[in-house]
């Protein structure tokens, strides 16, 4: 473990992560939730009330899936927790007056894909560390914090009606 390898986890739902609402939404900010492991604090507090899926990555990783719970004006969030850094990756799927169900949730060795807006599929890999991130790179509809770093890689791809 020492010498800077990774350990290999194949990704997994888990139940082990939960929130624990902190504050109400208003009309000006978003609910807030605190993050606990095992009904244990984290001391990580988070914007979003309702943890629709959480993903363990690794041995110390994990990809949260959050939303307010609202059911007309929805954002989807995804958040990756490192138990000893707290968030260290966020982006968010969606925008003002859309509506979005988070659905279809298919965990794959080393990447998740789910149906969120629309007739679309998204995908997403993490990284095992971090990578420069380039401006305009993300599917439309994403959005992400500034930085330079990123995690989390995203894609999406219509879904096949026929």
Known sequence: MGNGQLVEVMMKVVTSLTLSQVSEETDTAQACSEVLMNGKSTGVTIHGKVLEAAI?????????????????????????????????????????????????????????????????????????????????TDPQGVSRPLGLRKYIDITRSPLNNS
Do not use: M
């Open 56 to 136: 363990q990555v690794d041995e110390h990783r994990y990809l949260l899936f959050v939303t307010d719970g609202v059911i007309f004006e929805e954002l989807l969030t995804v958040l990756l927790f490192d138990t000893s850094r707290g968030v260290i990756d966020k982006i968010i799927i969606g925008g003002a007056y859309s509506t979005g169900h988070f659905e279809n949730l298919k965990v794959f060795p080393r990447s998740v894909s789910f149906h969120f807006t629309g007739d679309t599929a998204w995908t997403i890999k993490v990284l095992a560390s971090a990578t420069i991130k380039l401006p305009f």
